[in-house]
């Protein structure tokens, strides 16, 4: 146990020694994309929500466990290929 805690104690000194402050130009671009990633993630979230409810409230009742697992993974699917195009397409 002691000679792992070494390896890493050295590992977190030595990573630590390499790394610097970002400028602030590359920190406000990370501010931004955190920023953007939790307004899309936090957009989704409603989405998701408001439909839930406006299906409850419609009298529909709830949409069968099979139906879900197929969209979340509909959602995967294109967000990934969408994902691979982007970065395909960059290095063309």
Do not use: H
Not at 36 to 53: E, Y
Not at 72 to 87: D, K, M
Request: net charge positive.
């Amino acid at each position: 146990m002691s000679s792992k805690s070494g390896k890493l104690s050295d590992t977190i000194i030595r990573l630590l020694r390499m790394v610097s402050r970002p400028e602030p130009e590359e920190y406000k671009m990370m501010l931004r994309v955190v920023l953007i990633g939790l307004g899309l993630l936090g957009t989704i979230g409603f989405v998701f929500q408001l439909m839930g409810s406006f299906l409850e409230f419609a009298g529909l009742g709830g949409i069968s466990r099979e139906y879900v697992l197929l969209g979340g993974i509909i959602i995967i699917l294109v967000i990934l290929v969408l994902a691979v195009y982007l970065r395909r397409r960059e290095e063309i």
